[in-house]
């Protein structure tokens, strides 16, 4: 499988040299933060003190450090037959002083017979079973492979996929897994999804997935774990946004190690006035175990070109994405993670606004508070004992499309 997707990947990058209807797109997002934190560094003299505030590359949308670049690519015949889709990137991975990353996250080609069957082969990454929610937005298919959708009726779509190395989609820049055991040994597993997908225009759409247990990330670290994702989004209200999706975690073993969250969106837009709720509940099935609750109400107005929105985050049993004790996270619109202990919590307020220059280019001006507290003391500087951090994040951002 790995081997044909490869030879596929290839042939459809070189036939875009000949491919006169192919067509670019893309963005460039980044920006400057200057981060405030009272996390306890040494003073130099046995005592403790704040760090010192400090300047970071900032993209308050690119869900890691920093900045993103994305050029997107796609081409198909007159016929809508065949065509291929790439996706080149580049972007911090993991923290404020990460070494750049470029990916390739999508390099597929695909081929439709009979108007009913569409075989796709290479990196892909299908978004017709992902219902389109603020917080999960995942239907777990990405990965270098094959895919084929079946579609037999009208608004009816059918997936079965075999990766032979997964991509890690969410929240992880699309970067393929690099497929190195503990024994420095490049060994995958195939990954298998299954994805329905039913529309009734003006009425619904509802989505379903599923993936077995598999080590198609390559080692033991990325090991995934077997999982069910629904969602169903109401179409039937114009300017509306509601959306509901269940996601069911560790099915191989669910008792007593399996997970169950529930996620709501919900928006709503009168003329310039735009308001909504983004929220979750994450529970464990282990006996004693605590709930966790992601509340995120929203509200903006758009004055013509400039854009003002305020954000307020509340999330029980939680945590800043990427923090964990006196290190930094990653302060985004949705840098949370929960942590499964409802003594650990996360109190945010974000307001912004956000200017719209030309129709392509867009700076926000915006200001991250966040007030993070763990259930346990952790030592910081010179034996000082900490529970708590608080965050101030003042950031310009600045994103162009092309």
Partial sequence: MKRIACAIILAAVAGTAFAQDFKLD??????LGLVITDRQIDDGNGGAKNADPYLAAF????EQWGYR???NGAYANEAKSTGIKLRLQGQAKTDKDGAPVISLPIASGWLTFFNVFTLNAGIIDDSSWVSGGGILNDDMGEGLGLLLKVS???GLDVGFGGYAISSLGSGDNNILAAGINKNSVNVWGAKYTFNLAYTLPDAFKFTATFRPKNDAGGDSNR?????SIIGVRLLAVKNLTAIVEAELDNLQEFDPKGKATIYETIGYKIDGLSFGLNAGEYILTKEGSDLGIRLNPW???????????????????GKID???????????????????NAKDSVIAIHPSVTFNIDGKTSLEIGDVVNFEQWHTDYYGAAGHLKNSKITNVFYIDVKWSF
């Fill in 299 to 317: 509200m903006s107005y758009a004055f013509g070109a400039i854009v003002p929105r305020l954000d307020f985050v509340y999330f029980m049993g």
């Fill in 322 to 340: 990427g923090s964990d004790n006196d290190e930094e996270g990653k302060y985004h619109r949705k840098g949370y993670a929960a942590t499964n």
């Fill in 69 to 71: 670049f994305r050029l």
């Fill in 26 to 31: 893309g963005y460039i997002n980044s920006g």
């Fill in 59 to 62: 993209g308050v949308d690119s």
């Fill in 152 to 154: 037999p009726v009208s």
């Fill in 223 to 227: 090991d995934e774990s077997m999982k």
